[in-house]
């Protein structure tokens, strides 16, 4: 059966090489350091566990859910949002709970793009925003993230025409993979911008939590932001949850609603157990979070004193549990992780996977702990280029 010309026009994932390489060295029975997935080692919070299973006791949960969110858990969303960035959002018509933010990023196109309509999707990038785009009909047009612009898009750089046609503009603060943060400022050109060409911010928070020093912002912390914008929240990485899948949606009520419209066509909202879960999570953030960041910042530091004396060159990150790395010498990124892989037996993520700017970088998750980090850096020390 021939596919659908929507779904022939999804790009080929760029990873079949490398996987095919990782399973070859597991059967080989080589000990495999994987630094690929952005997927936390670390188990979820025992309290959160508990809450779980207390919950899974009532016979109410087993039944379907509320399709945006049971209120309790949409109350302590909004709670969240108040408490953490200063913003009021009406729990019933401003948030809707989402199946992991990674489903409310792949649908939301299909509740305002048109086909043709433009996309401003960032380069490189998480890979749900161009993909939700082309699933909907739409036209991305990328725009890349450098070294030398703080990995923030050139706003100035986007013709009017593209502008003119554009309905969803996506930025990811902090970013993954390049694991750079927002200055207010490009915040609020952002907004500026939207609401001179009458499109939508759509900004994807998924590790506005995981940071070390400064807090980083919601868009919603930028006047205007609640005229244009909606923003992606996710529990996965900030409560080590990747596996519960849950998260939230927030902001302008047309736009959540519009969202919440495509939803209540195609799922049926989340387990009841695991928002009250996520309520209990969210609204205990304040102590649950703290020693799980401290965990992350120590493998950051480790890695990135290690990486530097190696002559590695990187931003160090500040936020998110990403090192995005400039490849040394002159191998591609494919090239260089593939000879990583084969030679040492470390999983690394070539830049290019995320988009075309990515190349010459590569991305390293520190989802592993210290022992296992120290083991790469000590076989990343005796690569010869
Ligand atoms: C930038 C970004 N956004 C969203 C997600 C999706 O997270 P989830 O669907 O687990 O909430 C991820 C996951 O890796 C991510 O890296």
Redesign the pocket.
């Known amino acids: 059966m021939e596919l659908s010309e929507r779904l022939k026009k999804i790009p080929p994932y760029l990873f079949v090489e490398l996987d095919r390489l990782k399973s070859e060295k597991l059967k080989e029975g080589a000990d495999v350091i994987d630094l690929g997935v952005?997927d936390p080692d670390i188990p979820t919070p025992p309290e959160i566990v508990e809450v779980a299973k207390r919950a899974l006791e009532k016979a109410e949960n087993h039944r379907y859910p509320s399709n945006p969110g049971s209120l309790f858990y949409r109350k302590a969303c909004a709670d969240y949002m108040k408490r953490r960035f200063g913003v009021d959002f009406d729990q019933e018509g401003e948030v809707v709970a989402?199946i992991?933010?990674?489903?409310g990023?792949a649908h939301f196109p299909l509740a305002f793009v048109n086909t043709g309509d433009v996309v401003l999707c960032p380069d490189p990038a998480?890979p749900?925003y161009h993909l939700g785009t082309i699933l909907a009909g739409g036209m991305p047009y990328y725009m890349p993230l450098k070294w030398e612009n703080d990995f923030l898009p050139d706003l100035s750089k986007i013709p009017q025409e593209i502008l003119e046609r554009t309905k969803i503009l996506w930025i990811?603060y902090p970013n993954?993979p390049t694991g750079a943060m927002a200055s207010r400022e490009f915040l609020q050109e952002a907004i500026k911008l939207a609401k001179r060409y009458n499109f939508i911010v759509a900004h994807?928070a998924?590790?506005v939590e995981q940071y070390y020093e400064e807090r980083p912002l919601s868009i919603f912390e930028v006047d205007g932001a609640k005229e244009v914008a909606i923003e992606?929240h996710?529990?996965?990485?900030t409560f080590c949850m990747?596996g519960w899948?849950i998260?939230f949606a927030a902001g302008k009520r047309e736009l959540v609603q519009g969202l919440a419209k495509v939803k209540s066509n195609m799922d049926s909202g989340v387990f009841t157990v695991i928002q009250e879960a996520g309520a209990y999570a969210l609204s205990n953030l304040e102590s649950l979070v703290p020693p799980l960041r401290k965990v992350f910042q120590e493998r950051r530091d480790l890695l990135s004193q290690e990486l530097s004396n190696l002559g590695y060159q990187f931003r160090k990150p500040l936020a998110t549990f990403y090192l995005w790395v400039k490849v040394p010498g002159d191998l591609s990124s494919g090239e260089f992780c593939k000879r990583v892989l084969q030679e040492l037996a470390i999983v690394i993520t070539p830049g290019n996977g995320f988009g075309e700017s990515g190349e010459g970088y590569f991305r390293i998750a520190l989802t592993v702990g210290e022992e296992r980090l120290k083991e790469a850096v000590k076989r990343l020390s005796t690569l010869r280029l």
Request: aromatic share 14%; charged share 25%.
């Open positions: 952005g989402l992991g933010s990674k489903e990023i998480y749900v990811n993954n994807d998924a590790y992606f996710s529990l996965s990485k990747t899948r998260g």
